[in-house]
């Protein structure tokens, strides 16, 4: 099968392409590099040219709390126009099956634990990241659309926090693993006494390393066929603050933790109902710990080589 990973050189695009690769299918893993997926007849080319079988969708401008709130514009109008674009090519094309990648912000700020697809649309969203989570109910909104009018077999999934190798680990534009990875990284190696890590450390989250993921990204691209979206989550919840200690200890860093709480939060509490994924036959088999110490031996290494995204 010839397969068109959009985003694959990125954390989870990486993954996918390996995934792919692994199980003998010929992948094109594009990178903003080679193609502007922001450009319709860029993408367009591109799809035609590599008469995809499948398209997965990994391609996104994302980043932490800071980022999302700095600059809503840029994170809804790049959004749009890449998800727009690849689908609108993947049509004209006449491209098979179409995975969409979005984003558990799509959810309700103070929607029930833990949360079920049904729950979309029934309540505000977290204000820190609603752009970006609006142009990804935009792209599940446009999958169905192309189901209804079209008959296409594309889905969409949802994954919960990523993590893994190639992640941005800058301090501004990350999302909250990578950037406590490569804060206590950062002070063990510089012997600092101290790291300031934003809000109180209350909230919960849950984490999926991005291998993971693309386990579950195959399965449901060949397992599943519904206007639903699915939820991808590891189901383990953890607080900011015991994540930011588990990082601490196997980082090495054994200075002081100092919380900013004049920073915001973000969301209280997000874990995913992932029940419909994993009655297909897939479970998460990487443990956070074990996913946290390779990773942070990855940025480590990147760092050093200088190909760690800073």
Not at 32 to 47: F, I, P
Not at 274 to 297: E, F, H, M, Q, Y
Request: charged residues 25%; contains cysteine.
């Amino acid at each position: 099968m010839r397969i068109f990973v959009a985003g694959g050189t990125g954390l989870i695009g990486s993954a996918i392409t390996a995934e792919y690769l692994n199980l003998g299918h010929e992948v094109f893993a594009i990178s903003r590099r080679e193609v502007d997926l922001s450009d319709a007849d860029s993408t367009l080319v591109a799809v035609v040219d590599f008469k995809p079988d499948l398209i997965i969708d990994a391609a996104a401008r994302v980043g932490g709390i800071g980022a999302n709130n700095l600059k809503p514009v840029e994170f809804l109008l790049q959004n749009l126009k890449i998800q727009n674009n690849l689908m609108s090519a993947a049509h004209e094309a006449g491209v098979k099956k179409f995975v969409f990648l979005g984003s558990s912000c799509i959810y309700p700020r103070d929607c029930p634990q833990p949360i079920r697809e049904e729950y979309l649309l029934t309540g505000k969203l977290e204000e820190t990241n609603s752009a970006y989570a609006i142009a990804k109910i935009a792209g599940i909104e446009l999958v169905n659309s192309f189901r209804k009018e079209y008959r296409k077999s594309w889905i969409s999934l949802m994954p919960t926090n990523l993590y893994g190798p190639r992640d941005n680990f800058a301090i501004e534009g990350s999302h909250v693993l990578p950037a406590l990875i490569r804060k206590f990284v950062d002070a063990e190696r510089d012997n600092l006494k101290i790291v300031e890590l934003w809000g109180d450390g209350s909230p919960l989250r849950e984490f999926l390393h991005v291998e993971d993921v693309a386990r579950a990204v195959v399965l449901a691209s060949t397992e599943y066929d519904d206007t639903l979206h699915l939820n991808i989550g590891s189901g383990d919840e953890i607080s900011i603050k015991d994540l930011a200690s588990m990082i601490a200890e196997l980082s090495g860093f054994k200075g002081e933790v100092i919380w900013d709480m004049s920073r915001p939060n973000g969301t209280q509490r997000k874990v995913l109902d992932s029940s419909r994924i994993k009655s297909l036959g897939w479970t998460p088999k990487i443990s956070l710990k074990d996913g946290i110490r390779s990773t942070i031996d990855w940025y480590r290494e990147a760092v050093a080589s200088g190909i760690a995204r800073l």
